[in-house]
């Protein structure tokens, strides 16, 4: 409980001194500091609008927040999320194309997550075995897949599947029944809340609650423990990654039927790396995750209020995030460097 606490006033402190750092940056980039300021950090509370925008932007992020957990869990990376994004959006949609006509919505909606989720998992599978059988990182490999994978969904967004009537690198629409219902409307907020809500608290219920879940943690805590003590390691690490490719797609499919109705070239605004951070922030708890992506999503829809309301660009959010990341990570660092200098 003590740990909980401590980690959990650790993580508060990397937000509250981002958010310092971000109030500073306000007054040094602005005219007319007050304005902006209450532009980036209130003004998302003002209407529904701005709200429900905010909680829409959450959705995809809980997912690769999520997907970030379950690798780090078994101290493994999957730095492929953002690939794995692009592809689950690709995969989502092209089926939901192809059945429009043969089933009803929520059948078409259910089939294509499914099969989202299985695309994304089977790429993220292939760095999993590439670690296993020839030791190559899965740091790299994923890295490496993931820029792949993003070339070839432009291809097929501007090519075979580009709706030309749009003028758009875009693919063809999506028909209204394979499309999430609207919340709060005339926010962006939909239904899929309750998918990326529920995806938390199962794969909490997963990891801590689950024989399978804690043996993923025991590997990810002491890989040669696990080993000496009879687990499978290859096996878990393997389904570990296999999930975390999964959550990462569906991130891509949630926002398509959520938001877009298409594959638009550009769609994910980071979803991947932002989930990283948000993973680091929750400590890889995935009930955790959910404030954490909240937040991250209170900063880029504070930036966009911010860009309309004051003179302060929308990348904004990004340096506030980058801050965030430098310290998250640099602090995990904090009490080792005290170790080795109180028992020196």
């Given at each position: 409980?003590?740990?909980?606490?401590?980690?959990?006033g650790?993580?508060l402190l990397?937000i509250?001194?981002?958010?310092?750092?971000?109030l500073?940056?306000?007054?040094?980039?602005?005219?007319?500091?007050?304005?902006?300021?209450?532009?980036?950090?209130?003004?998302?509370?003002?209407?529904?609008?701005?709200?429900?925008?905010?909680?829409?932007?959450?959705?995809p992020?809980?997912?690769?927040?999520?997907?970030?957990?379950?690798?780090f869990?078994?101290?493994?990376?999957n730095?492929?999320?953002e690939?794995?994004?692009?592809?689950?959006?690709?995969?989502?949609?092209?089926v939901?194309?192809?059945?429009?006509?043969?089933?009803?919505?929520?059948?078409?909606?259910?089939?294509?997550?499914?099969?989202?989720?299985?695309f994304?998992?089977s790429?993220?599978?292939?760095s999993?075995?590439?670690?296993?059988?020839?030791?190559?990182?899965?740091?790299i490999?994923?890295?490496?897949?993931?820029?792949?994978?993003?070339?070839?969904v432009?291809?097929?967004?501007?090519?075979?599947?580009?709706?030309?009537?749009?003028?758009?690198?875009?693919?063809i629409s999506?028909?209204?029944?394979?499309r999430?219902?609207?919340?709060?409307?005339?926010?962006?907020?939909?239904?899929?809340?309750?998918?990326?809500?529920?995806?938390?608290?199962l794969?909490?219920?997963f990891?801590?609650?689950?024989?399978?879940?804690?043996?993923?943690?025991?590997?990810?805590?002491?890989?040669?423990?696990?080993?000496?003590?009879?687990?499978?390691t290859?096996?878990l690490?393997?389904?570990?990654?296999?999930?975390s490719?999964?959550?990462a797609?569906?991130?891509?499919?949630?926002?398509?039927?959520?938001?877009?109705?298409?594959?638009?070239?550009?769609?994910?605004?980071?979803?991947g790396?932002?989930?990283?951070?948000?993973?680091?922030?929750?400590?890889?708890?995935p009930v955790?995750?959910i404030?954490?992506a909240?937040?991250?999503?209170?900063?880029?829809?504070?930036?966009?209020?911010?860009?309309l309301e004051?003179?302060?660009?929308?990348?904004?959010?990004r340096?506030?995030?980058?801050?965030?990341?430098?310290?998250?990570?640099?602090e995990?660092?904090?009490?080792k460097?005290?170790?080795?200098?109180?028992?020196?």
């Open positions: 409980m003590i740990s909980r606490l401590h980690n959990l650790r993580s990397v509250a001194i981002s958010l310092s750092a971000g500073l940056l306000v007054v040094l980039m602005s005219d007319d500091p007050g304005h902006a300021a209450r532009a980036f950090f209130l003004s998302v509370f003002s209407n529904r609008f701005y709200f429900g925008n905010l909680l829409a932007h959450s959705i992020l809980m997912l690769t927040g999520l997907a970030a957990s379950v690798a869990t078994a101290s493994c990376f730095l492929g999320m690939g794995q994004v692009y592809l689950g959006a690709l995969a989502g949609t092209s939901g194309i192809l059945i429009s006509d043969l089933v009803p919505g929520a059948i078409g909606i259910a089939f294509m997550f499914t099969v989202s989720f299985f994304g998992a790429v993220a599978s292939i999993a075995i590439l670690k296993i059988r020839t030791g190559v990182s899965e740091l490999s994923s890295l490496l897949l993931s820029n792949g994978i993003v070339l070839v432009d291809y097929f967004v501007e090519g075979p599947l580009n709706d030309r009537a749009s003028g758009l690198a875009a693919s999506l028909p209204a029944k394979f999430f219902n609207g919340l709060m409307l005339p926010s962006g907020l939909h239904t899929g809340i309750f998918f990326s809500l529920c995806a938390a608290f794969l909490w219920f990891l801590f609650k689950t024989r399978e879940g804690f043996k993923i943690r025991i590997v990810g805590k002491n890989r040669a423990f696990a080993f000496y003590a009879g687990l499978k290859n096996r690490l393997f389904w570990a990654l296999f999930l490719g999964g959550l797609s569906t991130a891509g499919i949630i926002d398509v039927v959520g938001i877009h109705g298409r594959v638009m070239r550009g769609f994910s605004s980071g979803y790396w932002n989930g990283i951070a948000i993973a680091l922030i929750a400590r890889n708890n955790m995750v404030p954490a909240l937040f991250f999503a209170y900063l880029e829809s504070g930036a966009q209020i911010a860009a004051a003179n302060i660009t929308p990348e904004f959010a340096i506030v995030q980058a801050v965030i990341f430098f310290l998250i990570t640099a995990a660092l904090v009490p460097h005290l170790g080795r200098k109180r028992y020196a």
